[in-house]
């Protein structure tokens, strides 16, 4: 492989164009744990299928990957673009993906495909897919195998591997659930790295699957060159604005003096603590309540912020979403609409509410989408049935 080949982890799937596939026999990239040439897509029959699907699950049992049909390959150096041809590739993708959701327990979340049309005809499929979160994942067409990859392609895992695949699983959560236990901790402790106020606060987390292992390290510098040049904008913390900006054990920080900030650690998690968006509104002084339009339009206009700073940081989904509100036992949810302005006297009844993880499959996901579950459980702690700022439609509409 030439020095700077084209790798397609580059480039987002839906822009991937001809040039790019070109680019892979131009600088001679070989087959790898992390790539494999096919002339031509599964058939029909069982053998062709299940193989597909080992093929499909040793790259999730991985490190992730990409399934490239359409290309001729030599000793694993791809050497001609043959194409697909006499196919519709949008059937062909809903069969490969059906296949998938159908032959592999658990699913795979992320599992994502693309047709490459070619200038002369026919097509390339490119199959994506991604290091999953939930391994190791099963075939369950014809027999129950585990398979991952190394250098020399896929191979099916021993006991000993299978038995050390969950296990790693169950320690990735621990280690998540535990940085958010320590994280909150030390908000209530008051050792957070700048001021926070005395009212209650939100924590929002984005915490990549794979930031604990030890080789996630990312370039927060990076952050930095990119906004003193330009090309984009350092995170801010929830309120939307900041005071300033600097570098500390953890990453790069970023904080507005009124008592909030954002935390990017080295490892790929944000996190933004904040102390002013739940601070009271109401009109009523004797009403304490959280002013539930304003922190969910602080936590949809983070979300993503976040997201493509960590796109640009080169951090890689799933990643797991996770807020907190702190200091609100006795508060009830201010809304100001009055067909729905009846709930004042049903109080949260703790301190802290911890809202379960999310899990954010890709970063192209609607931010309205994938906190609605967030936001619906503490209006659910607030006494009602679900966040009054979706319409029936589940439109979020911000009710004001």
Known sequence: MKDGAMTLEDKPLDLLEESDIRALLDDEVPESKVIDYKKLLPGPSDLEKREFLRDVSSFANASGGHLIYGIDEENGIPVRI????????????LRLESMVQTGIAPRIPGVSMRAVLLSGSGSVIVVRIPKSWASPHMITKGSSRFYSRN????YPLDVFEIRTAFSLTGTAVERMREHRAEALGRIVGAETPVPLGNGPKVAFSIVPFAAFESSS??????????????????????????????????????????????????????????????????????????????????????????????????????????????????????????????????KIDRDALLVPEIMMESFGRKAEEVLRPAFDAVWRAGGWERSMNYDEEDRWIGRR
């Open 82 to 93: 043959c194409g697909l041809v006499d196919i519709d590739p949008d059937r062909e993708i």
């Open 151 to 154: 250098s020399a392609g896929k």
């Open 217 to 346: 390290s990312f370039d927060v510098s990076s952050l930095v060159r990119d906004y003193r040049s330009g090309k984009g904008a350092l995170p801010l913390p929830l309120t939307g604005l900041f005071s300033g900006w600097r570098y500390n054990f953890d990453g790069l920080l970023t904080y507005d003096d009124r008592g909030s900030y954002t935390q990017v650690f080295v490892n790929g998690i944000v996190e933004a603590v904040d102390s002013v968006i739940l601070g009271d509104r109401s009109a009523d002084p004797g009403v304490k309540g959280i002013p539930a339009l304003r922190y969910e339009e602080a936590l949809l206009e983070a979300l993503p912020r976040y997201t493509s700073m960590m796109e640009r940081l080169g951090v890689e989904p799933p990643v797991f979403l996770m807020v907190s509100l702190l200091g609100v036992k006795g508060r009830s949810i201010l809304i100001s609409t009055p067909e729905f302005s009846g709930n004042k006297d049903f």
